[in-house]
Structures are given as C-alpha cells and as structure tokens.
C-alpha cells in the first residue's frame, strides 16, 4: 500500500513513504482526517529542539484495517489521542498525517461508529475540562490555543469568569466573549488559580504572583519544571495524559469551538500541503481519494475546499 505523509525536515513537504510495516501490538489505520493545530505550529516555528524529519498531523480519525492482536479494533473508527503520559504527538512522537498510520492501542482516544470533524476535537476538549476542574477561584488561563480556550469555556460553565493571556488567538477568544488580554499588566492581581495550557515567557513572573494557591499545568504546555520560592503554599497539579470525558461533555465542549477551526476536504495527502501551515485555531483535512464514500462524510475529491469556517 503506497503511503503519502506531510512531513516536516526543516521545511513543510509532501513525501511519498515506504508501506507501513505493523509493528508488535500495533494496529493499522487508514486515515480519514487529520486536525493540524498548536503542535504543529509548535514545530514548525521552531519553539522546542524536536528530531527531524516529522510527521505533522496531531490528532487522526480514520478506519482499523489491520488489528491481529487486538481484533476487537478491526473495522472501527479510531481517534487518536494527542497527549499520554507526557508525550505529544508531533512533538514528542511521529503525527499521523498520512495515507495509512500505525498507532498503540494506548494512544487511542476513543473508537466511533463514525467519524466527523468534531470528533478531532474531543480530545482537547476532554482535557480542558479536567483543567477546569482542577481550578478554583479567580483563574488565569495562560494560552489561547485551543485547549486554553475551551478551559476558559468550560470555567465560564461552572459559573466562574476566567481571564486568558494570548500571545495569538486574541480575536478569537473574544468572538466567544472571553475576557481575553495580550499584556500581563492588564491583569489582576488576586489570582487564585494558574492554568498553563501552553508555556510563554510570562509563565515565570504569574507563577511567582500572590495570592496564587493553585497551578494547573497541561502536559501539552511541556512545562516540566519551574522556579518557586520553598515558603510557598501552593498546589501544583501536573496532568500529563488526556482522560476521555464521559456523559457527552467533550463532545458538546468540542463542538462550541469547532466553529472557529477550517474544515477542507481533499482528495489526497498530497493536497493537504497547500493549506498549511495551520491559522488560528487550526486546520482540520477530510481525506479520502476521488470518487471514494466515507463514513467520515459522504463523497470525496475534486479540488480542496471549505466546509466550513
């Protein structure tokens, strides 16, 4: 099986790849769709030393084809998870942007009958939540990507109204009516609650604020140390692993912010490069090759285009 990847070695290319030889305990997945977000952003800005070439694609859905040692998989749809025990897709490990990906059973989000683009959201969207629970009193959320907005979101749903700090996405937090800001002095000084969706140089001084008593930090961050005086009495809270939700929360969550991700179909891998690197919020890709049907939405091909926005 021919294999077509997006792949990052210094510069954004398309690649054509050797077929996937499945690896032990491995199952193998055709790829339907793949979101290319703040990670990918991550990496191709250059913000952490990642080993080159790497594959781009932070969260995948796309079909079981190939499962021997855990059958139960084969014939499902699968969605990725972008974060376990630390480790984050696309910065840590391989993405999954490519015709055909091989991934660990414990790197599996969820499995679905089906799959739509909100679905690649849910992920991010499980995490926010668990952020938002681990946070009280006034809360900072450092960070505008797309977990720290849905934290912020899911704070305004248990009543309280969080600030975010955004060194991108300003526009797009305060479209959701966020209150949203770009500089640390435009912030108050009784925070209680630190929320570190993804590490900025304004990390260090809102750490050392007062009267924080509590700092959540996401594993997506990649936040794994900080300076704090020893006389302090605060509760740090590290989660490294995205938990999936239950009772339908993520996926009610994910769905407020997929208005304000790009959605494109396209007829290949090979087309996806053309509309990367990622903006805003990011990029969702539909894929499927001409005149093919897939659960994940109706018929493909022809050029690249929106559906919606």
């Not at 690649?15 to 991550?42: I, T």
């Not at 109204?161 to 435009?186: I, M, S, T, W």
Request: a neutral charge; proline letters at 6%.
């Amino acid at each position: 099986m021919r294999n077509k990847a997006v792949v990052y070695d210094g510069s954004l290319a398309y690649a054509e790849m050797p077929a996937v030889v499945l690896n032990r305990g491995m199952v193998l997945v055709k790829n339907s769709m793949a979101y290319v977000g703040f990670q990918d952003e991550e990496l191709l800005e250059g913000r952490e030393p990642v080993i080159l070439p790497r594959l781009l694609g932070s969260v995948c859905a796309g079909r079981v084809i190939e499962s021997p040692e855990h059958p139960y998989l084969t014939g499902k749809f699968v969605v990725t998870n972008p974060l376990v025990g630390g480790s984050r897709s696309v910065l840590d490990v391989d993405g999954c942007l490519s015709t055909y990906f091989q991934v660990d059973p414990k790197r599996v989000y969820g499995t679905y009958p089906a799959v739509e683009p909100v679905n690649l959201l849910e992920p991010y969207a499980s995490h926010a939540l668990e952020l938002a629970g681990e946070s009280e009193g006034n809360t900072l959320v450092l960070g505008c990507n797309v977990v720290g907005i849905m934290t912020a979101i899911a704070l305004r749903d248990k009543g309280l109204e969080p600030y975010l700090l955004c060194e991108k996405c300003l526009a797009q937090a305060k479209r959701l009516g966020l209150r949203a800001f770009r500089n640390v002095g435009d912030l108050p000084l009784d925070l209680e609650t630190l929320v570190v969706a993804e590490a900025a140089p304004a990390l260090w001084d809102l750490a050392d604020r007062s009267p924080l008593r509590r700092l959540v930090v996401s594993g997506f961050s990649g936040t794994r140390s900080l300076r704090l005086g020893l006389s302090r009495e605060l509760v740090v809270v590290y989660l490294d692993t995205v938990t999936p939700a239950t009772g339908g929360e993520a996926g009610r969550l994910a769905e407020r912010a997929l208005g304000l991700v790009k959605v494109f179909n396209v007829k290949s891998v090979e087309e996806a490069v053309g509309l990367l690197p990622p903006r805003g919020l990011g990029t969702i890709l539909r894929v499927s090759g001409p005149g093919e049907k897939s659960q994940a939405g109706g018929e493909q091909g022809g050029a690249a285009s929106p559906t919606r926005s």
